[in-house]
């Protein structure tokens, strides 16, 4: 049985279209949902997303967000979706090792927004870096 896949970023659509099945990283875990899954909402984690299209599986390092799941779809808002292709692993090296600086240097004048931001950058660098190092062993 298929699903009906979207992914959406705050800047466009990232994808639209009939799948296989589809792994979330859900706030509690992976989630995995095949055609006829149980209706829910649930918040996603940085992570990998992977979906079945056509017997090839397709990877996407996405950002914190939340997943819509119904019987015959699946609705992803995310703040980050990514191919490996797309994914500069200098670039994103630099910028989870200022951030790991930053977070360092805060001190005890922690304000909770700043360290939450600072979190979220690493957690979805990590998620970057995961997907690009472990395609490319």
Do not use: C, W
């Not at 990232?14 to 792994?23: A, E, K, L, Q």
């Not at 006829?36 to 996407?60: F, M, N, W």
């Not at 799941?69 to 992803?76: A, F, P």
């Not at 994103?92 to 790991?100: D, F, K, T």
Request: cysteine-free; overall charge negative; glycine content about 8%.
């Amino acid at each position: 049985m298929s699903l009906h896949l979207a992914i959406v970023t705050p800047e466009k659509q990232i994808f639209s279209d009939t799948v296989g099945n589809v792994y979330l990283p859900g706030a509690d875990g992976e989630l995995g949902v095949l055609g006829g899954h149980v209706a829910l909402v649930t918040a996603l984690a940085p992570g990998e997303l992977r979906y079945e299209k056509d017997g090839q599986i397709v990877s996407l390092a996405i950002g914190s967000g939340f997943a819509e799941v119904t019987q015959e779809k699946v609705n992803i808002l995310t703040d980050l979706a990514l191919g490996e292709d797309q994914i500069d692993e200098s670039k994103v090296e630099e910028a989870m090792q200022r951030a790991e600086t930053q977070l360092k240097n805060l001190g005890n004048n922690r304000d909770a927004d700043e360290v939450a931001h600072l979190q979220a950058v690493i957690a979805k660098s990590m998620a970057q870096l995961t997907l690009k190092r472990r395609n490319k062993r």
